[in-house]
């Protein structure tokens, strides 16, 4: 069984809709379609295998903190993938749980926040073909790239 992270930087206007009808969100991650207005699915777009980035983080946590309550030990890796429960979209469940927003202010102290706590600051490995951010590493570069251009974050777990 996979458990994927998706995420998806997009416009104020966008987050405005996506909270006034939360159906929004299976259109930006799952309909082969056309894309919402302001949305650019080769660019704007994260994915990571949630189990290992849940199994990297209880990791270090364990080896830092002597815990493995990693969204304790690590509270923005936390907000950044939607673990902490408050920014969830009432409305819209994405398959391990409800989807969540955060505003582009929220998401700019994510990034910092990220920044501070070490996470994802390597060299991004964007995928050359899609453009697309993926893989753990492109975690903390995803959110300092939406912050960089005033982006709201929609995300989940399927």
């Excluded at 969204?71 to 979209?89: I, K, R, S």
Aim: proline fraction near 4%; aromatic fraction near 12%.
């Amino acid at each position: 069984m996979s458990m994927w992270l998706n995420l998806a930087k997009i416009d104020v206007e966008l987050l405005e809709s996506v909270q006034a009808d939360p159906d929004l969100i299976g259109e930006i991650f799952f309909d082969d379609g056309q894309a919402p207005v302001g949305f650019q699915p080769e660019t704007d777009m994260f994915g990571d295998d949630y189990r290992t980035l849940s199994a990297i983080a209880e990791g270090r946590a364990k080896a830092e903190h002597e815990s493995a309550q990693w969204q304790e030990c690590y509270p923005w890796l936390a907000a950044a993938t939607g673990e902490t429960g408050e920014n969830d979209v009432e409305g819209y469940e994405f398959g391990y749980g409800p989807a969540f927003v955060l505003d582009p202010g929220q998401v700019t102290a994510v990034a910092q926040g990220l920044m501070g706590e070490g996470w994802g600051f390597g060299a991004a490995r964007r995928d050359a073909a899609e453009g697309a951010h993926e893989g753990f590493e492109d975690l903390g570069p995803f959110y300092a790239a939406a912050a960089r251009e005033g982006k709201a974050i929609v995300g989940g777990v399927s």
